[in-house]
């Protein structure tokens, strides 16, 4: 029989396809970096994907980190809530803020980055007081998906969301401040308040937000309240918006600051995680924004 490498590459392709649809991985998987390989949080299969999300490089490139929560011994030494923003200036090399109440430009970070299977990359760093850092990106999409960052000295270790920006694409969130915003609960925790005592999977808020900087709502679902505060806004990069906001329950007689970060997939709508209270719920879900009059 003639030896045909045509048939060869079609067979190899066909070996690959099928490992990459059908093999379970591993739930004791000691390899803790494989564990990324799945397609993201929201594929509940356990089976691999072959759909290369991960990018290869990052080099003109902005990454938006949303923080959902922190694991460490000194957090106030370290970003706790609110947005890292990294503006990769080549393959050495991103500038680095922060934008939580206030902004924060802490200036250049030396960086190695490494796409290390279809769906994870791994970034080593070293910060500015000479602290290295590790951070695992595991793509859902080429621009979206989770990410945990361990810093190595005292292990300090930040986890959340992120948003690949590319800085040639056009603007998307809005820069207007009258609106009424619809929010949709998918998820909330907490590990003080007990369940039914916040807005749970399914519930919806409606906010309005005025000029003047005021806000006030109503809230439908189990645990909900009925919202009004003061805020603040800043537009942060094409798609990304951060609201920082003094909620007031007049119910309840009690008053408590929030983070909201806003990722716009269209001028109008997305995903949004909040810190509330300084970590004492966090929650997220989707949003719809309406032009009020």
């Not at 990018?55 to 938006?64: A, E, F, I, P, Q």
Request: proline content about 4%.
């Amino acid at each position: 029989m003639r030896y045909n490498p045509v048939t060869k590459i079609k067979k190899t392709i066909l070996t690959i396809a099928a490992i990459c649809l059908a093999f379970p991985l591993s739930a004791n998987a000691q390899n803790h970096d494989l564990q990324f390989f799945q397609l993201g949080h929201s594929n509940k299969s356990g089976y691999l994907t072959c759909c290369n999300h991960a990018l290869k490089s990052l080099v003109g490139k902005k990454v938006v980190l949303q923080i959902d929560s922190i694991e460490s011994d000194e957090p106030q030494l370290f970003p706790n809530k609110g947005v890292i923003v990294q503006t990769y200036l080549d393959n050495k090399q991103y500038d680095v803020s922060h934008f939580d109440q206030e902004y924060l430009n802490v200036g250049v970070i030396q960086y190695h980055y490494r796409r290390v299977l279809f769906n994870l990359a791994v970034e080593r760093g070293v910060d500015q007081q000479g602290i290295k850092f590790k951070t695992k990106l595991n793509f859902d999409s080429k621009q979206s998906g989770t990410w945990v960052r361990t810093y190595f000295d005292n292990q300090t270790v930040l986890k959340g969301h992120f948003l690949i920006e590319d800085s040639q694409k056009d603007l998307i969130a809005p820069t207007q401040v009258n609106r009424t915003q619809a929010l949709t609960v998918l998820h909330s925790a907490s590990d003080v308040v007990p369940e039914g005592g916040y807005p749970s999977k399914g519930s919806i808020i409606l906010q309005q937000y005025q000029d003047e900087g005021l806000y006030n709502g109503v809230a439908f679902g189990p645990g909900t309240v009925v919202p009004k505060g003061i805020y603040n806004i800043q537009k942060i990069s094409n798609n990304v918006v951060v609201e920082n906001a003094i909620q007031t329950i007049d119910e309840l007689n009690f008053s408590a600051p929030y983070t909201m970060v806003y990722f716009y997939e269209t001028p109008y709508s997305g995903q949004w995680y909040q810190n509330f209270a300084d970590g004492l719920i966090i929650f997220s879900g989707t949003f719809t924004n309406f032009d009020t009059p």
